[in-house]
């Protein structure tokens, strides 16, 4: 069993490692267009609620400010996230979540007459796997997202699509030989978001994100960390024009724990 779930999961990887490539592939042989970056500013609270052994509540908050024609980063707000799940740990080394999201989007187009924000909704399942590798941690993440959204014209309808997310990730310690209380971190990660849809023609590459944090672990209960990312994706109604964006990020990691265990951090450390 242990052996068909290891080839299931590297026969997924190895999907995504596909799509991924094929897509770059397909772009190169046509002109691309890249629009010039815009800056943006997040702040994320991850809430890790342990309810009993096995389950976990996750609660998370996002907020997120994007530039406008006067300021860099903090210009307006374009999103609010409100994520839920239910998390089941089946193991030290993988667990599973079921939830939905409730995202209000922005108009962040000042000279717009159109309505000023509307409501996005998601279902999302994650299947999140830890491997301990000497001194660091490893995080191969699948997210998995149905999203219905729509845009801030009157007349818009809502549009449905698939997200298919890979992350790998991985948490080194610097000054201590392992992760644990007191513990300053370096985390990179690379994430690539497909999607597919009615709607997807020919921009099935939504987001490639680059993100590194510096973190710091100061009880088994609160991370805090920050860090910048840069994403590129196609436009959803012209695959051969990309965004790209450069993103400062701000964590706030908290895992309240009723049970009567002491000085014990989470195996699995769930994050965006």
Same mark, same amino acid.
């Given at each position: ?20 490539? +094929?897509? /770059? ?11 010039? =970056? ?5 702040? @994320?609270?991850? *809430? ?10 996750? $609660? ?8 406008? +024609? ?22 030290? &080394?993988? @667990? $599973? ?7 209000? @989007? ?7 007459? !159109?309505?000023?924000? /509307? ?12 491997? =301990? ?11 998995? %997202?149905?999203?219905?959204? &729509? ?25 201590? =030989? ?9 985390? =990179?990660? $690379? %994430?690539?978001?497909? !999607?597919? *849809? ?16 510096? *973190?710091?672990?100061? @009880?088994?209960?609160?991370? /805090?960390? $920050? ?11 012209? *695959? ?20 009567? /265990? ?7 450390? !769930?994050?965006?």
């Amino acid at each position: 069993m242990k052996l068909l779930c290891e080839k299931k999961f590297g026969g997924l990887v190895l999907l995504f490692l596909f799509i991924g490539a +094929d897509a /770059v592939a397909q772009e190169e042989a046509r002109e691309t267009n890249y629009k010039e =970056p815009i800056t943006s500013l997040w702040i @994320n609270t991850y *809430g890790n609620i342990r309810m009993s052994n096995r389950l976990f509540w996750i $609660a998370q908050t996002h907020f997120r400010m994007e530039e406008n +024609d006067d300021t860099p980063f903090i210009g307006q707000v374009a999103q609010i996230y409100n994520r839920h799940a239910v998390s089941y740990l089946f193991s030290k &080394k993988f @667990n $599973a979540s079921l939830g939905g999201v409730l995202r209000i @989007n922005y108009n962040t187009n000042r000279a717009s007459e !159109q309505k000023n924000t /509307v409501p996005e909704w998601r279902i999302w399942h994650q299947y999140l796997f830890a491997m =301990p590798m000497s001194r660091m941690m490893v995080y191969h993440r699948i997210r998995i %997202e149905h999203r219905w959204s &729509k845009g801030f014209n009157d007349e818009s309808d809502y549009i449905f699509r698939n997200r298919w997310r890979y992350m790998l990730k991985f948490k080194v310690p610097l000054n201590k =030989p392992k992760l644990g209380s007191n513990t300053f971190y370096v985390s =990179p990660e $690379a %994430e690539l978001i497909m !999607q597919s *849809g009615k709607p997807v023609i020919d921009s099935p590459m939504e987001d490639l994100r680059l993100h590194t944090s510096f *973190g710091y672990i100061l @009880n088994p209960r609160i991370t /805090v960390a $920050a860090g910048l990312m840069y994403s590129q994706g196609q436009d959803l109604a012209d *695959g051969d024009t990309y965004k790209q964006k450069w993103t400062m990020r701000f964590h706030l990691y908290f895992s309240p724990d009723f049970r009567k /265990v002491k000085h014990k951090l989470p195996s699995i450390h !769930q994050s965006d």
